[in-house]
């Protein structure tokens, strides 16, 4: 599946409509996010199950503003409307793979349950 770039437009239908979704948010003047674009869509090739998408923080502060990205790139991972990863930085190959993967195992229903829990507390 190709990466899908996002905009204020189809930001929302996308994590909502889709079970897993990876967002990439980068700018064009970042050198870390230049370096790491070519791995993201490689990786994304892998994974037909999966949305890969991107934020261009730049076009779309208004996105980044509300995820209060502070530094690019940032990953972040949505299961089911539920953000299970949020981290800054470019992942070498191998490292982002065994991240999609994992992320791609983990029990949703245990997830809810553990923020369920948390905002009990």
């Keep these: 599946m190709a990466v899908v770039e996002l905009n204020e437009a189809n930001f929302e239908a996308t994590i909502t409509d889709n079970a897993f979704v990876i967002v990439d948010f980068w700018a064009p003047w970042c050198g870390p996010c230049k370096s790491f674009a070519p791995t993201y869509d490689k990786v994304s090739e892998d994974f037909p199950d999966v949305v890969f998408a991107k934020v261009n923080t730049e076009d779309e502060q208004g996105i980044a503003a509300n995820f209060q990205i502070r530094s690019i790139p940032t990953l972040m991972i949505f299961r089911d409307n539920v953000i299970i990863y949020s981290e800054a930085g470019a992942l070498p190959e191998a490292a982002f793979r065994e991240l999609v993967t994992k992320a791609g195992e983990l029990d949703m229903d ?10 009990g507390a």
């Design 110 to 119: 245990e997830v809810r349950k553990q923020i369920a829990e948390q905002q």
